[in-house]
């Protein structure tokens, strides 16, 4: 057996060091660099695969297969691609085996299926699928830690689907570090997905988070998949959010919602029922938005409160948006709205625990937040959505059109948009208003 030797590996770059130092050489990262054992081979030269030319291909290149969920197809680009690698991750409990065993379930019916597990026995695995009422006699289940075992029965049984489920607890018989580690992660992601780019057959693999919410193990692993997706869920609610932060194969950025029921995961058709919790906001503090989730649109209610403050030091609390941006719109509303909350409390909320990154959410929150302080509600039935600038300027907001007509149909009768937003011919039962800066949008709102 070739000598073993010792290095440290970079969580963060997949960087190697031959001794420990606090920060990493290549991309600066403090405490990142992790020991690690590498066996000593000799390099084998092999053959590689002959080019082919675009002509050669085969023709069905765009097709995908239907998983059974129309969420969890809208997250992956519209159905699952051929010798794609999708690595999930999610915090423990979160319901990534589950639901993985679902859409296995559905995709057995038509395909060769392989589920792969190290975390589970198969009593366990098989008392999942009889609570969950899964009917799958196509379905192949396996118990095992060995990568190279587990990719050459999925070659034997000609796999066009397989589940690893997960990748920490695999390991590789050409590395005698333990499971888990640095190299043992970047040495099985790679033949995972270099047998799925060979066999064409598509990988879900699982993967362990850390207490900061990111895959476990080095950065390159991310890069080297095709597609990251991450679970979303809120402790105190029953609805998990599976977004996609990287696909080769569609739109980054991608939402799907999910209802935990007794019978798994459902998908939720209309997720603006859920963000938004009643028809119509009749308090002060309240006002709905429309806001883009990678390519659907979803309405959600802006709550604000604003109280008197009991300290020298005011809070300043932001839950569902950039708490920085908050406090932009504070200056912006004191400098160009006449209006000075610096002794207030002030608490911004998005209902229903869904995370806004995008800058078009900025008008309802400051209109919320004076609707708070005067203790006047806005107009019933009134939506509105823009950014605002330092200047005390509204500026546009891409899809400004889609935002207005998903806002009709759920029977909204008022919109406050940019002035850049306005469409030629707006929706039918719906009046669209433009404004140019923020005492305007104030004058228009109440």
Known sequence: MPKAKTAYVCTECGAHSVKWAGQCPDCSAWNTLAQTRIAASRPVRETGNAPSSLESLPDDLAARHATGF?????????GLVPGA????GGDPGVGKSTLLQQVSASL????????????????QIGQRSQRLGLASPNLQILAETSLEHILDCASK???????????QTMTSTELPSAPGSVAQLRQCVGGVVQFAKQNETSVFVIGHVTKEGAIAGPRVVEHMVDTVLYFESDPASRFTLIR?????????????????????FRQVSNPSAIFLSRETVTEPGSIVSVAWEGSRSLLVEIQALVADGNSSYPKRQA?????????????????????????????????????????????????????????????ERLVCFGEIGLAGEIRPVRF???????????????????????????????????????SDALDAAF
Request: charge should be neutral; charged fraction near 20%.
């Open 157 to 167: 049984c000609d796999a066009k689907v397989l589940v690893i489920d997960s990748i």
């Open 85 to 88: 690698v999708i690595l999930l």
């Open 108 to 123: 057995s019916a038509g395909l060769a299926v392989l589920y792969a597990t190290g975390e589970e026995s198969l009593r």
């Open 70 to 78: 129309a969420e969890f197809d809208r997250v992956l680009g519209g």
């Open 319 to 379: 839950t569902g948006l950039d708490q920085n941006r908050m406090a932009l719109l504070l200056a912006v509303l004191q400098r160009h709205g006449d209006l000075a909350l610096g002794a207030e409390d002030v608490f911004v909320n998005v209902v229903g625990g869904l995370r806004i990154n995008e800058t078009a959410v900025d008008l309802p929150a400051l209109l919320a937040i004076v609707s708070s302080f005067r203790n006047k509600a806005c107009s």
């Open 400 to 438: 400004g059109e889609e935002r207005i007509a998903a806002a009709a149909k759920q029977g909204f009768t008022q919109a406050l948009v940019p002035h850049a937003n306005v469409p030629k011919k707006a929706p039918q039962g719906i009046r669209v208003t433009g404004v140019k800066r923020v």
């Open 244 to 264: 996609s932060v990287k696909n080769r194969f569609g739109a980054s950025g991608e939402m799907g919602v999910f209802a935990m029921t007794e019978s798994g």
